[in-house]
């Protein structure tokens, strides 16, 4: 079955565009966070950056469209990350994940997907996990 679920299934990979002041002004007025930090450069260096860095929220979104891409949001269970790193203006984020284990959980079928996030120069920004329900018929002969 060339659609089938086991451990070591990697998810579709989810490469954005670099990050712009545009992403940022974007994602800010969707998220309602306008925090200086992200938008205003003065405010970021007088707070002894170099200059504006992405949300981390934004990243955690990107690993969010990589998992919906990969099965419908209905099925998604479970969703966490930590931020491990700043993502910077010009940064092209890579998003990519891995099954690493499959469980039953009464019913349902879960995968266990562990999640990362790295720029174009391999920094890690952003590490997470989420636990996805995947039918039964999608997961290989092995359960």
């Not at 099965?71 to 479970?78: E, G, M, S």
């Not at 997907?113 to 997470?128: A, M, P, Y």
């Amino acid at each position: 079955m060339p659609d089938s679920i086991a451990v070591g299934t990697a998810l579709p990979e989810l490469t954005l565009p670099a990050i712009r002041r545009s992403t940022l002004a974007l994602y800010a007025g969707a998220s309602g966070d306008h925090n200086p930090i992200h938008i205003d450069s003065d405010f970021a260096q007088q707070a002894g950056q170099a200059d504006v860095f992405a949300h981390g929220m934004l990243s955690m979104a990107y690993l969010g469209r990589m998992l919906t891409n990969w099965q419908p949001q209905a099925q998604l269970r479970r969703f966490k990350a930590r931020f491990t790193a700043m993502t910077h203006l010009y940064d092209v984020v890579s998003c990519r994940g891995e099954v690493v284990e499959l469980s039953q959980v009464g019913e349902e079928w879960q995968a266990r997907c562990k999640l990362v996030v790295v720029t174009q120069s391999g920094t890690q920004t952003v590490i997470g996990e989420a636990w996805v329900g995947v039918p039964r018929e999608a997961m290989g002969d092995g359960l």
